[in-house]
């Protein structure tokens, strides 16, 4: 019975308000998808940042065990993961800042730390960026683990240069 209310209303419009009901019921609908294939997206990354987390956090303690612990503290980690995050804010990226932070990492246990304290953190997004993690509805990107944020700010030439300064130390780690 409704049904036939909202027709009998939708067929008395003018042509040009059928248009726009029409055009903004599609619009309303492609924002609803997007919303929700985007937050599904979002849950499958983040499961994957903890799982890349949780391998960390095992490979660290069977690194301590063998007798290879870390050089760094996690205060100083904690400072590290905070000074690649402030790199990575806005629009552009400090390359430098990013590059400073794995010249204080001395192996691969204090890489995996590195890992683990970073977690998964946000950063403010730029808002001129074509990156699929950035929204245009949010200020934060959602969160991110390390390897994500620096796959997200540095270009594949960059990434190799830390691969290398990591590799040159011994550590097997890369992103």
């Given at each position: 019975m409704a049904e036939k209310g909202l027709m009998k209303v939708y067929d008395g419009l003018p042509g040009w308000a059928r248009g726009v009901v029409v055009v903004g019921g599609l619009a309303v609908g492609y924002i609803a998808v997007t919303s929700?294939?985007?937050a599904i997206k979002a849950k499958k990354t983040e499961a994957a940042s903890r799982t890349e987390i949780n391998?960390?956090?095992?490979?660290?303690?069977?690194?301590?065990?063998?007798?290879?612990g870390p050089t760094?503290?996690?205060s100083?980690?904690?400072?590290m993961s905070n000074?690649?995050?402030?790199?990575?804010?806005?629009?552009g990226t400090d390359n430098?800042?990013?590059?400073?932070?794995?010249?204080?990492?001395?192996?691969?246990?204090?890489m995996?730390?590195?890992?683990e304290v970073f977690g998964l953190r946000k950063k403010v997004r730029c808002p001129f960026t074509d990156d699929p993690r950035e929204s245009f509805f949010s200020a934060d990107t959602p969160p991110m683990s390390l390897s994500a944020m620096i796959n997200s700010e540095l270009s594949a030439s960059e990434i190799a240069i830390v691969n290398n300064k990591l590799q040159a130390k011994g550590i097997s780690y890369t992103f």
């Open positions: 929700i294939l985007r391998q960390a956090n095992t490979e660290l303690n069977t690194q301590i065990q063998s007798g290879n760094l503290q996690r100083q980690v904690e400072v000074a690649i995050v402030a790199a990575a804010n806005d629009c430098k800042a990013i590059y400073a932070q794995f010249d204080k990492v001395k192996n691969q246990a204090d995996l730390l590195f890992v």
